[in-house]
């Protein structure tokens, strides 16, 4: 029998000696418990092999961040289940909405799997809206100042801009956040769950039975310019082509009223998003359907998914990426709703 040299029993018996260190307590376990859930999986994975106390210590936050991907950003958890290989939780930056690249650039790293976190991320929605429109003078859009905004004739945010758009009260309207016109303000209120499939990657599932044209979530991620967003793709493209990658980069165009012009957005969730990052591609539409949503005084519209039609608890969300490049791969033949809204696929 092979004997194991004895610079490897060396580091053996130091390794051994290190797991069995005694566990830090009272202000030093404090002190791991508030720095380690700043740490990626991998650094994550590096301190656990360390000491028998750090690896319980970095298990209980990988615990934590696999019952929450929002991170208590959202008003319920929304977990990950994975029974086909060993990704506890997909690593990324949380949003609950969309956000300029101003902002994107201060949000390097974020606190996930904390004890100490839980329920103090709850932001107020309002605070995140991030352009807003000014009259001649300079000031801000007024909004409204109805007494209930849920009746049709009376608020003049309902509605404002026909049906490709809808509208809903915003930063400068005198009603709060309870008002029954913020519907898309409030954050998920239906239980979903993120789901691990073998082909497809991550999925996002309902976790409860949803009626047909409730909203479910708005999509929420970096809002980049045009020429970014290009340069992006590029990036991702390479990215992919080395396998393992997937990109959440969605491009939408809102045609003006007058019907000659369109205005695009490119919010990618890549990096920074919320759960809606996790929908999946489905070739004949989708339970899902998207749509464009701008509070008054707001400069950009929100893109929020609603669902088509009555969904079952643990069914897939899924909604059509439009114009994709893996469209024949997916789909067979053309089955896209072309130029809606387009996510790139795989970014082959
Ligand atoms: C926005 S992400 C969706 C979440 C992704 N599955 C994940 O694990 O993060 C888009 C990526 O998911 C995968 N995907 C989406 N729909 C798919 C489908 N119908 N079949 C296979 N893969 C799909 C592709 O890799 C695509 O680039």
Redesign the pocket.
């Known amino acids: 029998m092979r004997q194991p040299d004895k610079k490897k029993r060396c580091q053996t018996n130091e390794q051994q000696q290190q797991l069995e260190e005694p566990c830090p307590t009272g202000a030093f376990l404090q002190c791991f418990e508030l720095i380690l859930p700043w740490l990626t999986p991998q650094e994550l994975a590096n301190v656990s092999l360390t000491s028998k106390c750090l690896y319980q210590i970095t298990q209980s936050i990988t615990l934590r961040r696999s019952s929450d991907a929002s991170r208590s950003y959202e008003n319920l958890p929304i977990p990950f289940h994975n029974t086909v290989d060993n990704h506890p939780y997909?690593y990324f930056i949380y949003t609950p909405s969309q956000i300029l690249p101003a902002f994107s650039s201060q949000f390097q790293c974020q606190s996930w799997g904390s004890s100490f976190s839980a329920g103090s991320n709850s932001v107020s929605r309002l605070f995140l809206e991030p352009a807003t429109l000014v009259d001649d003078s300079g000031e801000s859009a007024s909004g409204c100042d109805c007494e209930r905004c849920e009746d049709q004739v009376g608020c003049p945010c309902i509605g404002l801009e026909g049906v490709d758009v809808a509208s809903e009260c915003g930063l400068w309207c005198g009603c709060g956040l309870e008002c029954g016109n913020r519907l898309t303000q409030r954050g998920v209120s239906i239980r979903m769950k993120i789901v691990r499939d073998r082909?497809?990657?991550?999925?996002l599932y309902a976790d409860q039975f949803i009626e047909k044209g409730q909203f479910v979530c708005e999509y929420a991620g970096e809002l980049l310019t045009t020429k970014e967003a290009t340069s992006r793709q590029k990036m991702y493209d390479e990215l992919a082509s080395g396998g393992h990658f997937?990109?959440?980069l969605l491009v939408i165009r809102e045609h003006l009223p007058s019907g000659k012009a369109c205005m695009r957005m490119n919010i990618d969730a890549t990096r920074i998003g919320n759960v809606t990052?996790?929908?999946?591609?489905?070739c004949d539409g989708g339970n899902l359907l998207t749509k464009l949503v701008r509070s008054t005084g707001a400069l950009l519209p929100h893109l929020c998914f609603f669902s088509s039609r009555d969904i079952k608890e643990n069914e897939e969300l899924t909604f059509s990426y439009g114009e994709i490049r893996l469209r024949d791969e997916?789909c067979g033949e053309n089955k896209g709703m072309e130029g809606e809204a387009m996510?790139?696929?795989?970014?082959p």
């Open positions: 997909a082909r497809k990657g991550w999925g997937s990109c959440a990052r996790f929908i999946n591609h489905s997916r996510l790139r696929g795989r970014c």
